[in-house]
């Protein structure tokens, strides 16, 4: 079994998947010091957010993951109705975040690339390599969801005004910040004895300087 989700291995996998989204949403937010972001030391550049509200937040899509996992497990293979019904499951799990944060989008990103990942794990749980599983969930992303409602986010706003990818894009690459920036930092920072904690922030660091991210512009 992969060690990605060997945690916990009495659980059922959609529930083991589930817990590890909520905790990297809450880690993410713990880390410590990020620049601009909410962290431990406050709300960084954001007047609506603060860590509280983003552990509320990260709780809150518990049921979202579990039940996109679920989906992948039922659907097993990409294709326009596993599409479908991720991308339902996403929108329910937006509408139980923003009724947790009082309107406050806080995770709707993380649902996106998030709900992609452990979909693309639950198509195949014994793999742990993560750049399989980033093209696994780019097959996913590329699909049409016929059912996705009109709509103009910031993020697709920002993305217009400087030609910069959006989430949605960055998906349908295969996570290429995290997998050629992100996740070798990681293992670089790790492998010279930086602490865990410094470690990550090389990470987030090594993707900030070079992801256009639509959030920061």
Same mark, same amino acid.
């Given at each position: 079994?992969?060690?990605?989700?060997?945690?916990?291995?009495?659980?059922?996998?959609?529930?083991?998947?589930?817990? %590890?989204?909520?905790?990297? %949403?809450?880690?993410?937010?713990?880390?410590?010091?990020?620049?601009?972001?909410?962290?431990?030391? #406050?709300?960084?550049?954001?007047?609506?957010?603060?860590?509280? %509200?983003?552990?509320?937040?990260? $709780?809150?899509?518990?049921?979202?993951?579990?039940?996109?996992?679920?989906?992948?497990?039922?659907?097993?293979?990409?294709?326009?109705?596993?599409?479908?019904?991720?991308?339902?499951?996403?929108?329910?799990?937006?509408?139980?975040? %923003? @009724?947790?944060?009082? #309107?406050?989008? &806080?995770?709707?990103?993380?649902?996106?690339?998030?709900? $992609?990942?452990? @979909?693309?794990?639950?198509?195949?749980?014994?793999?742990?390599?993560?750049?399989?599983?980033?093209?696994?969930?780019?097959?996913?992303?590329?699909?049409?969801?016929? @059912?996705?409602?009109?709509?103009?986010?910031? #993020?697709?706003?920002?993305?217009?005004?400087?030609?910069?990818?959006?989430?949605?894009?960055? @998906?349908? $690459?295969?996570?290429?910040?995290?997998?050629?920036?992100?996740?070798?930092?990681?293992?670089?920072?790790?492998?010279?004895?930086?602490?865990?904690?410094?470690?990550?922030?090389?990470?987030?660091?090594?993707?900030?300087? &070079? $992801?256009?991210?639509?959030?920061?512009?």
């Amino acid at each position: 079994m992969s060690a990605l989700i060997a945690r916990n291995a009495d659980l059922p996998l959609a529930d083991r998947l589930a817990d %590890l989204a909520v905790d990297a %949403l809450i880690d993410e937010a713990d880390l410590s010091p990020k620049p601009a972001l909410v962290d431990r030391r #406050g709300s960084g550049a954001h007047r609506d957010l603060h860590l509280g %509200l983003m552990h509320a937040s990260a $709780l809150s899509l518990w049921p979202c993951f579990k039940q996109m996992a679920e989906a992948a497990l039922e659907h097993g293979e990409v294709g326009q109705p596993l599409r479908e019904a991720l991308g339902r499951i996403g929108r329910e799990g937006e509408a139980a975040m %923003l @009724a947790t944060t009082g #309107g406050v989008n &806080t995770h709707r990103g993380a649902i996106w690339a998030l709900g $992609l990942l452990v @979909a693309a794990v639950a198509l195949e749980p014994e793999s742990d390599d993560a750049q399989a599983i980033a093209l696994r969930a780019a097959r996913i992303a590329l699909i049409h969801d016929r @059912a996705v409602p009109p709509s103009d986010s910031h #993020g697709a706003q920002v993305a217009r005004r400087y030609g910069a990818r959006g989430a949605r894009e960055e @998906a349908q $690459l295969g996570f290429p910040a995290v997998i050629a920036h992100g996740l070798p930092q990681l293992a670089r920072s790790r492998a010279a004895g930086a602490g865990e904690q410094n470690a990550r922030l090389d990470a987030l660091l090594a993707i900030m300087a &070079t $992801l256009a991210d639509t959030c920061v512009l």
